[in-house]
Nanobody
Framework: QVQLVESGGGLVQPGGSLRLSCVAS????????MGWYRQAPGNERELVAV???????NYADAVKGRFTISRDNAKNTVYLQMNSLKPEDTAVYYC???????????????WGRGTQVTVSS
């Protein structure tokens, strides 16, 4: 099994910044893609940003130019630097990983429990 633990959420004023972190642990052979999704009340979960093990990135249009995703493969950690935050960025942010398990070499998609980000004055 693979466990994902997010941190770094909180309350921030519009225009402010936050940095989210997510650490993956467990019986991991390889993590192919790591990413962030978010879900606001009444809305479906949506993609925010993803990054491959090789560093290729993809962003939702709503966050392009404001958010930056990065990862440290040696630490099985993914980050999301969020700048110029807007009230509409308020949501629970979930970490996601597409990983291959150690020993079994079975692939799976794993989720963290989420961290709340609230943008409000």
């Amino acid at each position: 099994q693979v466990q994902l633990v997010e941190s770094g959420g909180g309350l921030v004023q519009p225009g402010g910044s936050l940095r989210l972190s997510c650490v993956a642990s467990g019986r991991i052979f390889k993590i192919n893609v790591m990413g962030w999704y978010r879900q606001a009340p009444g809305n479906e979960r949506e993609l925010v940003a993803v990054i491959t093990s090789g560093g290729s990135r993809n962003y939702a249009d709503a966050v392009k130019g404001r958010f930056t995703i990065s990862r440290d493969n040696a630490k099985n950690t993914v980050y999301l630097q969020m700048n110029s935050l807007k009230p509409e960025d308020t949501a629970v942010y979930y970490c996601n990983a597409e990983a291959v398990a150690e020993f079994t070499y079975r692939g799976g998609r794993y989720w963290g429990r989420g961290t709340q980000v609230t943008v409000s004055s």
